[in-house]
């Protein structure tokens, strides 16, 4: 039915690579191609008429990541060429219990834009892979880890099966709905949520300056200022610089967490001068407010993040953050037989 299975994925600590490619994988007699989503490369691929696409991204805020979004209206208008979105999810266990993420609109906003641009959509399903944000939770255990990691091969192998023999599949419906309810949460999260995450990240002491976490990073968000990283506002959390740093010198600390709520909860208005600036607040449009506040938040959190930095090349300064950072006690995460020279192997032709 399909002359060439040609996937996309977008990843940070291999996830949503696996997927794509235990999807390829399960197809044996058609030949695959896998593609790395990441801003430093130009993907180069011809989309033959009768591919099938394979879309797998992880769901950030209940929805689908900006640079996948961003790919997807990059991609050329399409006459009925077929196309299945495995939106990776977060996947957990406690005790002996396998618990799912929650995708929210991550699949079916991506199938829309797909549609729209006249790609036929053959399935959505999501995939619960180990969560890798180990900003806020250690990385799950090896045998957690392979639990979870069955159940999504058999699930994704199931669904390619299916598929190729001609089966539409459209699943997680339930969660859509969800989703949709959670619309306010996940535009928010895109606009100014995950900007101010990305500014939670500093190197500690023990960070030699390698530079890896920027050659990895899928949306090129981190620079070497003063031979540190530095994050930028176009992070997309995906951990791959905290996850992949051979130092473990990527952290989170919970007095940067506290700095950051309270500089971007002081209200705006107590910024402005004298009464006359109050009422005109008071008599604003919404969206003025909003406007006033989204630049108030970036601007302060960037002041502060800097700041930071700065301070952080005093070693007193930067051993005092990471010795209060929860981070520095936390299980790191990648994918389990997933390399580095896998997920970005040049050029973007990945082996399938």
């Not at 949503?16 to 490619?21: I, N």
């Not at 490369?41 to 950030?60: C, E, M, R």
């Not at 900007?195 to 530079?211: E, H, Q, R, Y």
């Not at 302060?300 to 930067?318: G, I, T």
């Amino acid at each position: 039915m399909y002359t060439k299975i040609t996937g996309f994925f977008m990843t940070g600590t291999g996830n949503s690579y696996q997927v794509a490619k235990w999807f390829s994988e399960s197809v044996k007699q058609v030949p695959a191609e896998l593609f790395q989503v990441n801003e430093n490369k130009q993907i180069d691929v011809n989309i033959g008429a009768q591919d099938l696409l394979v879309f797998s991204y992880p769901t950030h805020g209940f929805t689908a990541p900006w640079l996948m979004i961003k790919y997807i209206f990059r991609l050329p208008q399409s006459n009925g060429i077929h196309a299945v979105l495995l939106p990776t999810r977060a996947g957990t266990r406690m005790f002996g219990l396998t618990l799912p993420g929650m995708e929210g609109t991550a699949g079916y906003l991506i199938a829309l834009l797909l549609w729209f641009k006249g790609y036929k959509i053959r399935g959505v399903a999501a995939v619960d892979m180990p969560s890798n944000w180990t900003a806020v939770h250690w990385g799950l255990n090896e045998k957690n880890v392979n639990i979870i990691f069955a159940k999504a091969a058999a699930k994704v192998t199931k669904l390619a099966q299916a598929i190729t023999a001609g089966q539409t599949v459209y699943r997680g419906l339930l969660p859509l709905c969800t989703g949709l309810l959670l619309a306010r949460i996940s535009l928010m999260y895109l606009i100014i949520g995950q900007l101010v995450l990305a500014k939670l990240f500093f190197a500690s002491n023990t960070c030699t300056g390698c530079g890896l976490c920027q050659r990895l990073c899928p949306k090129a968000s981190i620079v070497m200022v003063g031979g540190k990283p530095h994050w930028t506002y176009t992070c997309d959390s995906c951990m791959a610089c905290m996850n992949f740093c051979p130092q473990q010198s990527i952290q989170v600390s919970p007095l940067t967490v506290f700095l950051f709520a309270y500089i971007v909860s002081l209200p705006v208005t107590h910024w402005l001068t004298g009464q006359i600036g109050y009422e005109v607040m008071s008599i604003a449009p919404g969206i003025m407010i909003f406007l006033i506040q989204y630049i108030y938040t970036l601007g302060s959190v960037a002041f502060v993040c800097w700041l930071l930095h700065h301070l952080l090349r005093l070693k007193p300064v930067a051993a005092l953050l990471a010795a209060l950072s929860h981070t520095k006690y936390f299980r790191r995460y990648t994918a389990p037989g997933v390399s580095l020279q896998a997920i970005h192997r040049p050029p973007n032709r990945q082996p399938a």
